[in-house]
């Protein structure tokens, strides 16, 4: 398991990550969130080690993170970079290599890999010759093709097209059962939802939320009602308990409560007020509660 | 097989195939080629003509200047007077000769009028060879006995042991130009090709997946190595190349021009100054590349590559310049004492190693500073590469830089 406690790093007077602390479980995808310049990134390269943290501790399995525990672990940086001259196959194989496969190893996972992600046409051909998008899988067979105990991908879906990143969803999903604990970041909140077991959101190098989607409902409970027909009477219940109208399109009307509501004497001032057909929370999204965790802060630094 | 063995081996391989490694390698081999091949041939075709003159005059000069002239001309005809006007269709005529040279006396002097087509090749030519036969005409004296008023007798005895006799010292004088001048190319290509790797990870970021991967240092290590040992063998093969055309290309250069053949002499030390070579240049290479590696790993994009690679060529562009001081006088105060200095002595020592019998202390302790300074070198760069591959955006100041090695 990985373990980061109270981690904390700067840079000269910026303080990048002040306070971040998450576990990650074996054969789990963990979701790293924020907001550009939250300190995803600065994070992620203390676990593998590029910077050492100026405080707390980072450990894996129990055991300080050493360059040998580093060469079982796998990186998909956000920035993109291959040996533009090197061919497909050569490239996956010599970073096989570099974490410790042996040739002939290396040379099978390679076309296994290759085959998964659907770029075995390619192996022969010198990376520059590919799409952006199938330089991104090369890389990403760059980065599992020793069967990483630890993944950490950073932003993996940025600029793939759905296909390819649908091919990347299934890699995730392929490593993770195998017992690989990956560690994702990502913008894009639908794919990042669909693949992660549990996330932890961070903002100006803290830790905002953390757990499972419905942990995160549960600190961040649903703000939303759909009320059916939405009448004169309705609204005015609505309005005095702070609540902001969103159009919709159904019919129904949709309104959004302030964090302190209390929904069960709104229901009850509802029924009052005349006939309903619907009262409906609307559970929220994880984009939902990444926005909320992300403002509850600013709220708080106002 | 260790993360430095694999870096070397995947940057092997890599350049190895590059365009511009083959291209570098096998154009050197022809350059070779050609610069020894070259003047041989530009002598066979050309010397007919710019050494051919039609020898015009009585006879009592005429005669006794053809014997005086030997191999330096060749008397393509030889009359009693030229037609008035001389023309080149003349010239065409009588061998196609280069001139026609009209001896005469003249007031107790003996003068040479030259006809030529080409000023320029006969404005240094000063008929030295004739000095007997004017002595002659002042005098009186025939040539045999004014001959030797006009030369002295010669006796050299060599102070230093290295150089058996002129011949030798000559050979050893252009191996030391020959070497010096390879050094210098191959340091400074090969230097130059770890900077344009180093460069290609940092500028694609694939620096950062390699270092989260493994050792900054065993990374530097192995593409220093990687890029020392492609160097020498692009050396070998450019050796191999000047084996196989210098010997003949040189008999060929000294049968068409008349030079004295050196192609017999040798130094006993050959073997041993080739093995300097190699020494001098793997210390001299591990200063310049991971210096200049260091150097690469604080840019973030190719075109900032000049601003930080420029100053660091100036310590090689320096050692080269002194070495070519150092050929004239290699025991100069100056000259012994930056064949001690890190960066310089590399060219400095080889070249006084070349030309003279240096003290075995001298070359002893030169050696031991630049195996010092290479590894500090390598403790410096690995310090400034470790936190340059993943530094982007301005490139930092010099203090920066400091700080960073103090740190």
Not at chain 2, 194 to 208: D, F, G, H, L, M
């Amino acid at each position: 398991m990985l373990i980061l406690d109270h981690v904390r790093r700067s840079f000269g007077d910026v303080a990048a990550v002040r306070d971040v602390s998450f576990a990650v479980q074996p054969a789990s995808v963990f979701g790293l969130l924020g907001p550009n310049g939250a300190g995803k990134t600065t994070t992620m390269r203390m676990i593998l080690g590029i910077y050492p943290p100026d405080g707390g501790t980072i450990t894996w399995k129990g055991g300080v993170i050493d360059a040998h525990v580093r060469r079982r672990f796998g990186y998909l940086p956000e920035e993109r970079g291959l040996y533009a001259r090197m061919r497909v196959r050569e490239q996956v194989i010599y970073f096989g290599r570099l974490h410790g496969l042996e040739l002939g190893d290396a040379e099978r996972r390679t076309d296994d890999w290759l085959d998964a992600l659907g770029i075995a046409e390619y192996a022969k051909r010198p990376c520059s010759e590919l799409s952006k998008g199938n330089q991104q899988k090369v890389q990403m067979a760059c980065a599992v093709v020793h069967a990483p105990e630890l993944l950490i991908l950073d932003e993996p879906f940025s600029g793939l097209d759905p296909v390819n990143a649908e091919a990347m969803v299934r890699a995730i999903e392929r490593l993770a059962a195998q017992g690989t604990a990956l560690v994702l970041s990502s913008h894009q909140m639908w794919q990042i939802e669909q693949v992660c077991g549990s996330f932890c959101v961070i903002a100006k190098g803290e830790v905002r939320a953390h757990g499972t989607l419905a942990e995160l409902r549960a600190t961040f409970p649903t703000r939303t009602v759909h009320v059916a027909p939405p009448t004169a009477e309705t609204r005015a219940v609505f309005d005095r308990a702070g609540a902001v109208e969103r159009p919709t399109s159904d019919g129904s009307a949709s309104f959004v409560l302030p964090a302190t509501a209390d929904f069960g004497a709104l229901l009850r001032a509802v029924v009052e007020a005349g006939p309903v057909t619907s009262f409906e929370p609307e559970e929220p999204s994880l984009n939902d509660i990444y926005l909320r965790a992300i403002g509850a802060q600013t709220e708080r630094a106002a | 097989m260790n993360e430095t063995g694999l870096v070397f081996g995947a940057e092997f391989a890599r350049r190895i195939r590059s365009r511009p490694y083959i291209l570098a390698t096998v154009l050197g081999a022809l350059a070779i080629a050609l610069v020894v091949e070259a003047p041989a041939l530009f002598n066979r075709a050309f010397s007919s003509q710019a050494h051919a003159i039609v020898l015009a005059g009585p006879a009592a000069l005429r005669v006794p200047a053809q014997t005086l002239f030997g191999d330096d001309f060749r008397v393509t005809a030889s009359v009693d007077a030229l037609p008035q006007p001389v023309t080149i269709d003349y010239l065409d005529a009588h061998g196609k000769a280069g001139a026609a040279v009209l001896l005469s006396q003249r007031g107790g002097r003996l003068y040479a009028d030259v006809f030529t087509r080409d000023l320029s090749a006969w404005d240094d030519v000063d008929f030295r060879a004739l000095a007997p036969l004017g002595v002659q005409v002042a005098t009186g004296e025939p040539v045999s006995q004014t001959q030797r008023y006009v030369t002295v007798e010669k006796s050299l005895h060599s102070l230093d042991a290295k150089f058996a006799d002129t011949q030798s010292a000559a050979l050893g004088h252009g191996v030391a130009i020959g070497l010096v001048t390879v050094l210098y190319i191959s340091i400074l290509i090969s230097a130059q090709a770890v900077v344009a790797s180093v460069a290609e990870e940092k500028t694609s970021r694939i620096a950062e997946v390699l270092v989260a991967t493994i050792s900054p240092v065993s990374l530097l290590t192995g593409k220093t190595m990687a890029a020392g040992a492609l160097a020498l063998l692009q050396i070998a093969v450019w050796a191999g190349a000047a084996l196989a055309f210098v010997p003949s290309g040189f008999a060929a250069f000294s049968h068409s021009s008349g030079a004295k053949a050196v192609t017999g002499a040798s130094f006993a030390g050959l073997p041993q100054e080739l093995a300097l070579f190699v020494a001098f240049f793997i210390l001299g290479f591990a200063q310049y590349a991971t210096i200049y590696a260091a150097a690469a790993s604080l840019i973030s994009r190719t075109e900032d590559l000049g601003s930080v690679s420029g100053p660091i060529v100036m310590p090689a562009v320096g050692g080269f310049l002194i070495a070519q001081f150092a050929m004239a006088a290699p025991n100069a105060p100056f000259v012994v004492a930056c064949s001690f200095m890190p960066f310089l002595s590399p060219y400095v020592m080889f070249t006084r190693l070349a030309l003279e019998t240096v003290p075995a202390w001298q070359i002893g302790l030169s050696l031991a500073i630049n195996a010092v300074a290479a590894v500090a070198c390598f403790w410096a760069a690995g310090k400034v590469y470790r936190v340059g591959m993943l530094l982007y955006g301005k490139l930092p100041s010099p203090r920066q830089v400091l700080a960073v090695l103090r740190s």
